[in-house]
C-alpha cells in the first residue's frame, strides 16, 4: 500500500488537486504495478507564508516578483509606445512628403 505525501503551497483550485491526484495515482500504478485502490495519496497545503527559499517567505518572493513584473511590463509598454508613436510619426511624415495629406 504506497503512500505518497505531497507538499504545496496553497492557491490551486480543487481541480488542479483532483487531477495531481489523478496523475500520481496513475504514474504510481503504472511504475511499480500497486493496485490502484491501494494507493493513498496525502496533500499538505502550506501558507506561502510558512514556506521560505534562501531566507525569504514565499509570499515576500511572490510580493518582490510580482512588483519585478509589473516594472518590466510597464518598461516593455513604453518601449512599444514609443516604437508605436515613432512610426506614425514616420508615416506621417511619409505621406506629407509623397502630398497625401
Excluded at 496533500?43 to 527559499?53: D, G, I, N, Q, T
Excluded at 511572490?62 to 509598454?77: L, M, N, T
Aim: hydrophobic content about 35%.
Amino acid at each position: 500500500m504506497p503512500l505518497i505525501q505531497i507538499t504545496l503551497l496553497e492557491g490551486r483550485t480543487e481541480e488542479q488537486k483532483e487531477a495531481l491526484i489523478e496523475e500520481v495515482t496513475l504514474a504510481v500504478h503504472r511504475s511499480i504495478g500497486a493496485p490502484l485502490e491501494s494507493i493513498r495519496i496525502a496533500l499538505y497545503e502550506l501558507p506561502k507564508s510558512h514556506w521560505a527559499v534562501g531566507g525569504k517567505t514565499m509570499a515576500k518572493r511572490g510580493r518582490e516578483s510580482s512588483k519585478a513584473f509589473e516594472e518590466e511590463s510597464r518598461r516593455i509598454v513604453d518601449e512599444q509606445t514609443d516604437e508605436t508613436h515613432q512610426v506614425g510619426v514616420t508615416q506621417a511624415i511619409k505621406e506629407t512628403v509623397e502630398g497625401r495629406v
